[in-house]
């Protein structure tokens, strides 16, 4: 058959969109992965499951196809952490996880199955956000303020109990130390994230839970719980109205913590920076802003450095506080 140069020239267009169309399907399946997974430690519905998805949801297709939020829960945040420390180096598998597992835990446990530093590689910080003390219906509606809350508890030592999302997680230390402060000793019970504290506390089988400041607004609206003070430095914008710790007379008490996203060790540098774009893109989405505020997160990226450099200094101020509480997870 003769192809004639009429035919040859409409012909050109149509193989170029065609060549055009197989570099771009090469270039993505070299650049981006078919499937991602952000596996968190904590239960679906609490504040570590909601960031996990909302930055999920801005990460595909620029990062991979589909990205999906795994949640690993259990042994307090330990168990995605092990996940992602034996991940494959491709990126596929990402650790959403709070500060704790990596700068409180390697203090209270002996046998840490993870080293937070080799077993890890930074990628971005995820946000910050305050801590809050909060109590339910346990507690007399005449107890307004943690001094009150103390002397109540001193004075029913069987009530003494509080929930926190996880032993050994800054929301656990910073209610023993309340507890010292006020010469009583408030023993935390764990939970598999901060929701279901709350919700034993709503049911009245604990009197008091101590967690990020967001978790508690859906509860303290509908008027099931209510907080007594939040931990910041200054008072959070996500509960105005509620006094701080240290305008409650309890001097050096400023708890924040944070979440990050981190890669499996051993990846390349190219895969981090693909990730760490990502992140910082999804993290300056206005969606992404708005729904973490709903709950009292601030959305806060960071580069790689900057996110190893907070955890290497996180992990060395905990150590004299954790000993100086004295308690140990292995006991």
Request: aromatic share 8%; proline share 6%; charged share 15%.
């Amino acid at each position: 058959m003769t192809i004639s140069r009429r035919q040859l020239l409409a012909a050109a267009p149509a193989a170029g969109v065609l060549t055009a169309t197989a570099i771009g399907r090469s270039a993505w399946a070299q650049s981006n992965l078919e499937l991602a997974r952000v596996i968190t430690g904590f239960a679906p519905g609490g504040t570590a499951d909601v960031i996990s998805r909302r930055v999920a949801d801005k990460m595909h297709p620029g990062y991979a196809r589909s990205v999906l939020v795994d949640n690993r829960t259990g042994a307090g945040g330990q168990i995605a952490v092990q996940y992602v420390k034996a991940a494959a180096a491709d990126g596929a598998t990402v650790l959403q996880t709070p500060m704790s597992m990596l700068c409180i835990y390697p203090h209270i446990y002996k046998k840490l199955p993870y080293d937070p530093v080799a077993d890890l590689t930074p990628v971005s910080m995820g946000c910050v956000f305050d801590l809050a003390f909060s109590v339910g219906r346990q507690v007399p509606a005449n107890v307004k303020t943690v001094s009150d809350y103390l002397l109540w508890a001193k004075a029913n030592p069987s009530k003494t109990s509080f929930g926190v999302p996880a032993a050994g997680s800054v929301s656990h230390f910073m209610g023993v130390l309340l507890g010292r402060a006020g010469d009583v000793e408030l023993q935390q019970v764990a939970y598999r994230g901060t929701l279901p504290a709350i919700q034993d506390m709503i049911g009245g089988q604990i009197p008091a839970v101590c967690g990020p400041v967001g978790e508690f607004t859906q509860f303290v609206k509908a008027g099931s719980c209510r907080l007594l003070a939040t931990a910041g430095s200054e008072r959070s914008r996500f509960a105005p109205d509620v006094p701080t710790l240290v305008e409650q007379g309890f001097k050096n008490m400023v708890y924040r913590d944070w979440f990050g996203f981190y890669l499996p060790p051993k990846v390349t540098s190219e895969t981090v920076q693909r990730l760490n774009s990502a992140l910082v893109a999804a993290l300056a989405s206005p969606d992404v802003v708005n729904a973490l505020a709903t709950i009292g997160l601030e959305a806060l990226s960071s580069t790689p450095g900057e996110l190893a450099a907070r955890q290497r200094t996180e992990l060395m101020q905990w150590e004299p506080l954790v000993r100086s509480i004295g308690f140990s997870a292995d006991s």
